[in-house]
């Protein structure tokens, strides 16, 4: 039976707006029936991608997240005497220091049982991560943010609401949603290299890659170990299985088969996410140089500092494949209406 699909209308969010959502899921209706809402879930938006507490803290595309006939989805954004650049930047930039940290999955469970609970201060939920970032920049959106619900974060004082956010799915944004994801892949071995770590240091409680960067720092004598288990992930090799899975991002001809339609603003898009991804890695770099410098050449640093170069040649190619499609299509200035911020 043919039931339609829906995405989020990508060129009317803008970064550092919140994504309110609600599923058909048991979890899901348990959270709204408790908290007495449509939604049961929040992610932040920015630059083409999503931020939001999943099993862990992640960074996804949003044309991958397709809603069904009965999913409740809007969005809040913050009224325009808090829209200050500066503002949006530092909470970006917040938001992203927390990718990898681990769920607060009890919190959760007692939460949809409308139970008492005392949050766990380094583990995330989805509502708590949001409002913690938006407290950050001072714009509180809840008195309490440790014990907060989706349907807390909408307030008036603050945000305003904007619904009838989605639109129909074509038959390509559901081909791309569920072609692979490499970014699933990546946090799924976060996901268990740092249950392993856990099980392994339980008093470190490590629960992203940064405590991670910061326990070798303390414990340098096992730099080797935490290798073997970066290792039985993949998670150096990551980069490498992309081009396996995701051909036509590194092929001009293979992009141009694989892509229905739409296919120059997915190319100037390409272009505009690689970009940022490059600065990104290259920030990351620096910071493992500096660790090596300030720790000495553990091994860990040393292939983090690796997978950044190789992660940035990635995306210089997907650019190339990018450039030569339009190259090729003669697109020297960006069409209306699509509005790509360099």
Known sequence: MFTMKYKLDINRLQPGDIILAGYNDKLSKCIQDRTNSQYSHAMLYWYGSIIHASDIVITENPSRQLYEEGEHVCVLRLKEEYQQPLRIKQLIDYARGFVGTLYDNSSLIAMAKGREFIPNKNRQMCAKFIAQCFEYVCADLVDDFEKCSPQDLINPMIVNKIEDILIEATAQDEK????????????????????????????????????????LKAHPEQDLHVVDIMDSTQYFNLWQIEHECCPYLYDIDKFDSFWLDNKVFIALQMKKDCKRIIEERSINKSYYNN????????????????????????????????????????????????????
Not at 193 to 199: D, E, R
């Open 176 to 215: 791309f949603a569920n072609s692979p994801d490499v970014t699933k892949l990546q946090f799924d071995a976060v996901l268990n290299i740092i249950k392993t770590l856990y099980n392994e240091f339980p008093k470190e409680d490590i629960m992203s890659l940064k405590q991670l960067d910061l326990f």
């Open 291 to 342: 660790l090596i410098c300030e720790v000495g050449p553990l091994v860990y640093y040393k292939k983090m500092s690796e997978l950044q170069d190789n992660i940035i040649s990635t995306a210089n190619e997907r650019i190339k494949v990018a450039n030569l499609y339009l190259e090729k299509n003669q697109i020297v200035k960006i069409p209306f209406p699509w509005v790509i911020n360099e």
